[in-house]
């Protein structure tokens, strides 16, 4: 368990230190390195669960959380480092507004259908994981557990439906435009 909390905690420092190498040292090359090495934190843990399930282990709530950490970050990691990247570049380096998503809609229904079959997506990887893990155990009786964790995981997507069935059935409306110009429109000059 203990791997776990540090896999976790170091995910965390790295995206922080990766970021902070960019924009307040102006280090990008270390900033890459440390940035392409949190996803590695996944695999660090996915192998300890796997180690520790070939060395006679009972499957356990630590071993399904692995499988969840390495699909969430094949789904959602580089999501997650981009968002943190523009919200780090904003605050600390004069960059634009990050990115929010569309305020209501079907634009907003359509971005959260998308969010969803990510979700689901994602729950298929950890599934996929644990299976894989089963099998390479080839213990029942050692690797139930696993089987009960793929049945939790799936209230994952079942809830996360909740957002985009609401957005579709009751789409909020969308704020009338402003007379403010789109971030897209080129700026005007000062006429002299």
């Given at each position: 368990?203990?791997?776990?909390?540090?896999?976790?905690?170091?995910?965390?420092?790295?995206?922080?230190?990766?970021?902070?190498?960019?924009?307040?040292?102006?280090?990008?090359?270390?900033?890459?390195?440390?940035?392409?090495?949190?996803?590695?934190?996944?695999?660090?843990?996915?192998?300890?669960?796997?180690?520790?399930?070939?060395?006679?282990?009972?499957?356990?709530?630590?071993?399904?959380?692995?499988?969840?950490?390495?699909?969430?970050?094949?789904?959602?990691?580089?999501?997650?480092?981009?968002?943190?990247?523009?919200?780090?570049?904003?605050?600390?380096?004069?960059?634009?507004?990050?990115?929010?998503?569309?305020?209501?809609?079907?634009?907003r229904a359509r971005y959260e259908w998308i969010v969803w079959l990510k979700i689901l997506?994602?729950?298929?990887?950890?599934?996929?994981?644990?299976?894989?893990?089963?099998?390479?155990?080839?213990?029942?009786?050692?690797?139930?557990?696993l089987v009960q964790i793929m049945r939790d995981l799936s209230r994952i997507p079942v809830?996360?439906?909740?957002?985009?069935?609401?957005?579709?059935?009751?789409?909020?409306?969308?704020?009338e435009p402003s007379a403010a110009p789109s971030p897209d429109a080129p700026a005007s000059?000062?006429?002299?």
């Amino acid at each position: 368990m203990g791997i776990i909390i540090a896999c976790e905690i170091g995910f965390w420092v790295l995206l922080g230190l990766g970021l902070a190498s960019r924009y307040l040292w102006r280090r990008k090359r270390l900033s890459t390195v440390l940035l392409i090495s949190v996803p590695l934190l996944d695999l660090v843990l996915l192998a300890a669960a796997v180690i520790d399930m070939r060395g006679g282990a009972e499957a356990g709530w630590h071993h399904g959380l692995a499988a969840a950490y390495l699909a969430y970050s094949i789904v959602f990691g580089h999501r997650t480092i981009k968002w943190a990247d523009a919200k780090f570049a904003h605050r600390f380096a004069g960059g634009p507004e990050p990115w929010k998503p569309p305020p209501g809609g079907m634009a907003r229904a359509r971005y959260e259908w998308i969010v969803w079959l990510k979700i689901l997506l994602a729950y298929g990887i950890a599934c996929g994981l644990l299976f894989g893990l089963i099998l390479l155990v080839d213990e029942p009786s050692r690797t139930e557990a696993l089987v009960q964790i793929m049945r939790d995981l799936s209230r994952i997507p079942v809830i996360a439906a909740i957002w985009p069935v609401s957005y579709t059935l009751f789409p909020k409306k969308t704020p009338e435009p402003s007379a403010a110009p789109s971030p897209d429109a080129p700026a005007s000059r000062p006429t002299v």
